[in-house]
């Protein structure tokens, strides 16, 4: 794996810093001061220490969030972001995110250091089904099961959205299951149709459920069986 990745998986320090201390000299690899932090080591092979620290390699973190409103879906920003939520140790990490959510949108979030399984969640190639709830300004016209299955036209991009599968719980209430990640796609749907989404949140992602027990705002990582429900 990158230098780089071993040391912020260690929880020692974040990408770009552990970069600008690499041209320090702060990285040793086999007793040789190492300033390319893109070099590929192997951590059951070679001895590495960062600012004369140990680095003690453990395998790839995977975390479930309830994501509340008001945060944004990004690793970095001036404005509060769900990494903000995480204790230090995990914030450390060099996490990505798979399958961000609107600022206002709440509900399950993924967070990984293992870049192969972000990109299966992500990917459309993957054609994993995302679940959401749905709250809408107006009463959902029946009529958009079947226009939501045939694939509904997103004028401000001028392109058709996959197939999407939609059940009417309550007059403004309904359940969206959508495979593509595109923006604000769910809100498009309704919006292409004479509808406002007033509230929106991502119940699963494929086969995972969010985690009833948690709280917006908090986490817990993956058991093995989860995790590999992404496998292929």
């Excluded at 320090?13 to 007793?31: F, L, P, Q, S, Y």
């Amino acid at each position: 794996m990158r230098l780089d990745k071993m040391i912020g998986n260690a929880g020692l320090d974040t990408r770009k810093n552990i970069k600008r201390m690499a041209k320090k000299g702060a990285i040793r690899v086999n007793g040789e001061i190492v300033k390319d932090t893109s070099i590929k080591v192997d951590p059951n092979k070679d001895e590495v220490y960062y600012m004369d620290i140990f680095v003690d390699y453990f395998e790839n973190i995977y975390l479930m969030m309830n994501k509340p409103s008001g945060y944004l879906s990004a690793t970095e920003d001036p404005e509060p972001t769900v990494i903000d939520l995480l204790d230090d140790f995990y914030q450390n990490l060099d996490l990505s995110i798979g399958g961000r959510l609107d600022k206002d949108t709440t509900g399950l979030l993924l967070l990984s250091t293992d870049g192969k399984f972000i990109h299966r969640v992500t990917s459309p190639n993957s054609n994993i089904f995302k679940t959401y709830e749905v709250e809408t300004r107006d009463k959902i016209d029946p009529s958009l099961v079947e226009i939501f299955e045939k694939g509904v036209y997103i004028k401000e991009d001028d392109y058709t959205a996959r197939p999407a599968k939609l059940k009417i719980l309550e007059d403004k209430k309904a359940i969206v299951k959508v495979s593509e990640g595109k923006f604000h796609l769910v809100k498009r749907l309704f919006s292409n149709n004479g509808n406002e989404v007033v509230s929106l949140k991502r119940l699963a992602i494929g086969e995972l459920f969010l985690d009833s027990h948690l709280d917006y705002g908090e986490y817990r990582e993956l058991s093995e069986k989860e995790v590999d429900l992404f496998r292929a």
